[in-house]
């Protein structure tokens, strides 16, 4: 089957980058290949420096998507009955709180309204006199286009005693991540999101102290497939504990490559400049910012308000036909908004000059 030339502006996945399609078409090794050891030593390495990972950090890929990355933070470390915080304003922050309970986590929230960010006074008061074992956060909630303000949150969790977990899949690898500043005990992305290559593989980091206290489990870990014991097992081991797609680890490693040796902060400005220009395009034809505070957008997923008539499902269609695709609202927000993505290989001039022009023609 072979797809026309598509223009991919969703917040997910993003166009694959050259490098990461090259290395799909390579060789095929074995997942216990000597030379797929040194390809994932150096994943480890570059994972590292993604997430400005203190020493003795542990990482790894998680065969699996974004989701497996979250669903493995609440399998490892949270057992059941453990008392578990997680800030909600949108739905990956809802999917993790219902992650958590299904692993029989006693499931505290923060919550701010869709298009609000989270409060780090309320996770401060939410932590005050309690036994939380684990906070978790969505630092750029996707749904809405809001950017959390992590640091400050990091910042009430420091201290408590909890471990912290940082949903980082719209915001690593499109800027500089401080995991060893911020003191966070467990982050994840995906691979289709702001590194562009192929969805499939969840890059992780588990610190120093998240290590000790799933060493420390009174159960073991319930997903037995993203258990950290037999990953480490893998990684740091080589021995077998399942079959890595080793073509996936090929991409990403090139993927990755490429954002390191592009910059964090340069791509950072990168994501900002591209988003600047398509907002400034977009608001003479009625879209406007769906967060009103600028502090508080999310730099990767612009989301936007619909101008008033635009009928949501019937544009997108014809914007599809056209072998464009963007992505619509989710839950409360579906119907009102759209979101661009400008993550990774997305975020560039040239395909949001032939989105403009695409829409144009769809707008008559
Ligand atoms: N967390 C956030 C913030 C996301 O945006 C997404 C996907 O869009 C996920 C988790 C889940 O990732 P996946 O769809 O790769 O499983």
Redesign the pocket.
């Known amino acids: 089957m072979t797809v026309r030339p598509h223009l991919l502006l969703t917040?997910?996945?993003t166009p694959l980058h050259p490098a990461a399609r090259e290395a799909l078409g390579g060789e095929s090794l074995g997942h216990m290949d000597p030379e797929v050891f040194a390809l994932n030593g150096e994943i480890q390495a570059d994972l590292r420096t993604l997430y400005g990972a203190p020493d003795g950090t542990f990482t790894a890929l998680l065969a699996?998507?974004?989701?497996?990355?979250?669903e493995a933070g609440f399998a490892n470390l949270a057992e059941p009955g453990d008392e578990v915080l997680i800030g909600v304003n949108?739905?990956?922050g809802a999917?993790?709180a219902e992650m958590a309970a299904r692993h029989g986590a006693h499931v505290r929230t923060v919550t701010a309204a869709p298009g609000e960010p989270l409060s780090p006074a309320a996770f401060a008061d939410a932590l005050a006199g309690g036994d939380v074992r684990l906070v978790a956060v969505?630092?750029?909630?996707?749904?809405t286009g809001v950017l959390n303000p992590l640091p400050e949150i990091a910042e009430a969790v420091r201290g408590s005693g909890a471990l912290l977990s940082v949903?980082?899949?719209?915001t690593a690898g499109m800027q500089p991540f401080d995991m060893a500043g911020l003191g966070a005990d467990y982050v994840?992305?995906?691979?289709?999101?702001c590194l562009s290559a192929p969805?499939g593989v969840?890059p992780i980091a588990v610190s120093g102290r998240a290590l000790a206290r799933h060493a420390a489990r009174r159960t073991p870990t319930a997903l037995w497939y993203a258990d950290f014991a037999g990953l480490r097992d893998y990684w740091e081991g080589h021995s077998y504990h399942h079959t890595v797609p080793v073509g996936l680890h090929f991409a990403l490693h090139a993927a990755l490559r490429a954002a390191l040796d592009e910059g964090l902060p340069q791509r950072q400005v990168r994501a900002a400049e591209v988003g600047r220009g398509v907002l400034a395009a977009l608001e003479p034809l009625g879209f406007s910012p769906f967060v009103p505070d600028p502090a508080q957008r999310l730099p990767t997923?612009l989301a936007l308000r619909l101008p008033p008539g635009l009928d949501d499902a019937a544009t997108r269609a014809a914007l599809r036909a056209r072998s464009v695709s963007v992505a619509g609202g989710m839950g409360p927000t579906a119907g009102q908004i759209w979101r661009l993505g400008l993550m990774g290989e997305g975020a560039r001039p040239a395909l949001y000059h032939r989105f403009l022009t695409e829409l144009e023609a769809v707008l008559g």
Do not use: I, N
């Open positions: 917040p997910g996945p699996g998507t974004g989701s497996l990355g979250m949108g739905s990956f999917r993790m969505v630092h750029g909630e996707t749904s949903d980082a899949v719209t994840y992305t995906g691979s289709q999101k969805p969840a997923v």
